[in-house]
């Protein structure tokens, strides 16, 4: 069974660090493009980032620029959110996603495009 289990998350105090972790079971991360994507209380579900195949392609939502990176291990089957920086508004639950696509093929900031889920992980940036 094709599962994602994300990790990482938690409380964390305004200008904070926190990794999340997107760990695969059931199926190889070699062949998906994978996406992070989160849902704040009362808003809809927004991109906050992806990464291809090879790692070659990434994208952010500007929100994030220059805060979040996000990375790959395909040897150990993980995709990674470096969250630097945290402010209030990133609060939020936050889904990781995968979709198969060719090797090249640059990933996208849509959620309709991925078929594969996990079940979130709480980011709460407080003092």
């Known amino acids: 069974q094709l599962q994602l289990v994300e990790s990482g998350g938690g409380l964390v105090q305004p200008g904070g660090s926190l990794r999340l972790s997107c760990a695969a079971s059931?199926?190889?991360?070699?062949?998906?493009?994978i996406g992070w994507f989160r849902q704040a209380p009362g808003k809809e579900r927004e991109g906050v980032s992806c990464?291809?195949?090879?790692?070659?392609?990434?994208n952010y939502a500007d929100s994030v620029k220059g805060r979040f990176t996000i990375s790959r291990d395909n040897a150990k089957n993980t995709v990674y959110l470096q969250m630097n920086s945290l402010k209030p508004e990133d609060t939020a639950v936050y889904y990781c996603a995968a979709v198969r696509t060719g090797v090249f093929t640059r990933c996208v900031l849509s959620e309709s495009e991925y078929d594969y889920w996990g079940q979130g992980t709480q980011v709460t940036v407080s003092s």
């Open positions: 059931g199926f190889t991360l070699d062949y998906y493009s």
């Open positions: 990464i291809n195949r090879r790692g070659g392609s990434t």
